[in-house]
C-alpha cells in the first residue's frame, strides 16, 4: 500500500497537505512549517518513507514514519493546529481556525480515515512531495 502525502503550503502556521491514496484523497494534514529537519520543531524531507504500526503510550495505535534522517518517533496522531505536533504529522478533515490559529478540523474522524484505509496492513509506503 502507499500513500502520498501532497503538500499544499507552508508558512509560520504550519505546513497544510492532503494524503491520498491511489490518487484520491481522504483527509487533510498538518505538520510543523520546514526548519531545515531540526527534531521536534519542523517538518521531515520530502521523500519516500516506509510506515510501520505502532502501538504509541500517548496516542494509541498509530503509525511511525520511519528511517527519517535524525529523526525518530515521528507519529500520524490526532490534532489541530501545528503546535500539537512536535514534528509529527496530524490529520483532519477540514482547513479552518482553531482556537484563532489555522489549523485542521474533524481530526479525530480524519484520524480514523486514516486507520479504516490501512486496517489491513501493519507497514506502508509514505511519499511526501510538494505541489
Given at each position: 500500500?502507499?500513500?502520498?502525502?501532497?503538500?499544499l503550503?507552508?508558512?509560520?502556521?504550519?505546513?497544510?497537505?492532503?494524503?491520498?491514496?491511489?490518487?484520491?484523497?481522504?483527509?487533510?494534514?498538518?505538520?510543523?512549517?520546514?526548519?531545515?529537519?531540526?527534531?521536534?520543531?519542523?517538518?521531515i524531507?520530502?521523500?519516500?518513507?516506509?510506515?510501520?504500526?505502532?502501538?504509541?503510550?500517548?496516542?494509541?495505535?498509530?503509525?511511525?514514519?520511519?528511517?527519517?534522517?535524525?529523526?525518530?518517533?515521528?507519529?500520524?496522531h490526532?490534532?489541530?493546529?501545528?503546535?500539537?505536533?512536535?514534528?509529527?504529522?496530524?490529520?483532519?478533515?477540514q482547513?479552518?481556525l482553531?482556537?484563532?490559529?489555522?489549523?485542521?478540523?474533524a481530526?479525530?474522524?480524519?484520524f480514523?480515515?486514516l486507520?479504516?484505509?490501512?486496517?489491513?496492513?501493519?507497514?506502508?509506503?509514505?511519499?511526501?512531495?510538494?505541489?
Open positions: 500500500m502507499k500513500l502520498i502525502l501532497k503538500r503550503c507552508t508558512g509560520n502556521n504550519g505546513t497544510f497537505g492532503v494524503l491520498l491514496i491511489n490518487n484520491i484523497p481522504f483527509a487533510l494534514t498538518l505538520e510543523r512549517e520546514w526548519l531545515n529537519n531540526q527534531c521536534g520543531l519542523s517538518c524531507p520530502a521523500g519516500i518513507y516506509t510506515c510501520s504500526r505502532v502501538n504509541s503510550p500517548r496516542f494509541g495505535n498509530t503509525f511511525e514514519v520511519c528511517r527519517v534522517p535524525g529523526r525518530t518517533a515521528i507519529l500520524f490526532k490534532g489541530n493546529i501545528d503546535n500539537d505536533s512536535h514534528g509529527c504529522i496530524l490529520v483532519g478533515e482547513f479552518d482553531f482556537d484563532n490559529q489555522p489549523g485542521v478540523l481530526s479525530a474522524h480524519g480514523n480515515e486507520l479504516v484505509k490501512t486496517a489491513t496492513v501493519n507497514q506502508f509506503t509514505l511519499e511526501i512531495i510538494w505541489s
